[in-house]
């Protein structure tokens, strides 16, 4: 006997797979396709990003507009798609049919006749803003060719033959299509493309697709997807002895100390095969001796040949903090980390007494000799000012900004004005792997220590907080604040240049 569970698992499979199937299918047609498809599960499935819908778009209480696709690089090439359209089919007249539903274009605006009275029409804008006219102007606008009748298309649907081109297309080629899209829109329009530019050549290539492509297909979008596909067979054909050997001879000859050239290598690697029996026929050249070498490059194979000092710049970023993270940066100012936190005490106003709240700190931190050079306490939650004050901090205080900064992905990182400010004084800016949470303790470790060795040790800190049923009025960290923000900050400042130390 089904259980609800393997129900709603197989109804869940049947509309995912259908939306797979028919990409940009609306959720009226979904409904009458498969009449038991419960709109819940529906909504859960896009709740649960398992199926795309742009929320942006149209509103879920209008099914016949809803688009639904399998994720949202399908959604992008759709749209892209659609507006991509030749205009080639699009057809104008001067004699126009009175009948509501019409389409008319006035001016270079389209509008769609809605009502027809004894004596006004009136009509709808793409924004759904009412527009009337009396009868009389309207036909003396069309006959002065002022307002013609436009073929009415769902500019929204794809043929078949695009459709059939774009499921043949993996998510990868999706994406790569939409990034030169982008990269082509603004010169759609005629504008000439920069000379001397280093993605001259390539603008022009997916200019030239695109147009092509406009011809053949109606939609110059297909043309974008043409570059990714691979033709030919790119299985290795060599046995899988061979390959081994070569590794073998990779590994124990010429990533080693002595450091010897892949052309001696290679000789070490031929006199090994003939050892072993195989036919010349079926030696590599040295090319693909060579090609393998170059695939096994990196920090390891310099660490093997030339040490651990050579193979420093090769070392993969340490993106968080803790005790057990090695020391990098070759010197003071070479990494820096940012990171944010709410502090663990609440604070009063300097005039009034009343409570505040409790503040935002932002810490800048040295990788190298693990010191704070800046930190910055504000009320205001984590923004682009909170970033670059920290940053005016570091420099009053040590006439430098760092060389390189790692922040996690937060949105005040990714702020214009952040970015513009690293970008002048030269400073390069890494982020965090998104959506891992083993890198979300950047700093933890000197949040953790500040918050147990100096603001637990405050008045108005919030430890008895973390057991609500305990706190009582009299213990309650509102009632019992005494530090302000500026006398919190001093004293924060003072502490971490005496715990941390200094550099000089």
Known sequence: MMTNQNRNQSSAEKIILLVADNPGITL??????????????????????????????????????????RDRSTAESYIALSSSRSNSNTITTSIIDLNPGTLIDYDGTYLTLTLIGQDKVLLQTQNEEPVEFTKDVLETLIRQGKIT???????????????????QASQKDLEKANQRYRSIQPYLDGQPIKRGTFQERSLRNWLSAYRKAEQEFGYGYI????????????????PQYVLDLMEDCIKNHYETKKQPTKKST???????????????????????????????????????????????????????????????????????????????????CSKTGKN???????????AFSRRILATYVTYNPPSYRSCMMVLRICVKRHGRLPQTIVTDNGKEFHSTYFETLLAMFECTLKHRPAAKSRFSGVCERLFGTTTTQLLNNLAGNTQITKKVRLATKSVNPKNLSLWTIGLLYAHLCEWTSAYFGKFF
């Open 28 to 69: 009226s047609e979904l409904f009458e396709t498969s009449p038991e498809i419960e709109a819940d599960e529906v909504y859960k499935l896009i709740a649960k990003e398992q199926i795309y819908f742009d929320l942006r778009s149209s509103r879920l209480v209008e099914p016949e507009k809803c688009h639904l696709f």
């Open 149 to 167: 009748s436009l073929k009415n298309d769902d500019t929204n649907r794809v043929s078949d033959k695009a459709r059939e081109l774009i499921q």
């Open 266 to 348: 290679y000789a070490i690697f031929v006199n090994s095969c003939v050892e072993a029996g195989i036919n010349y026929d079926q030696i590599p050249s040295d090319k693909t001796f060579y090609q393998e070498i170059k695939k096994r490059s990196g920090y390891k194979q310099t660490l093997k040949r030339q040490g651990s000092r050579a193979a420093y710049d090769q070392e993969a970023m340490y993106w968080e903090l803790e005790l057990t993270t090695p020391r990098h940066g070759n010197f003071p100012f070479h990494i820096c980390h940012i990171d944010h936190t709410e502090s663990d005490i609440e604070l009063k």
């Open 223 to 238: 043309g974008l997807l043409n570059f990714d596909y691979q033709k030919g067979n790119r299985t290795r054909r060599l």
């Open 356 to 366: 505040l709240g409790k503040p935002w700190m932002t810490f800048l931190v040295d």
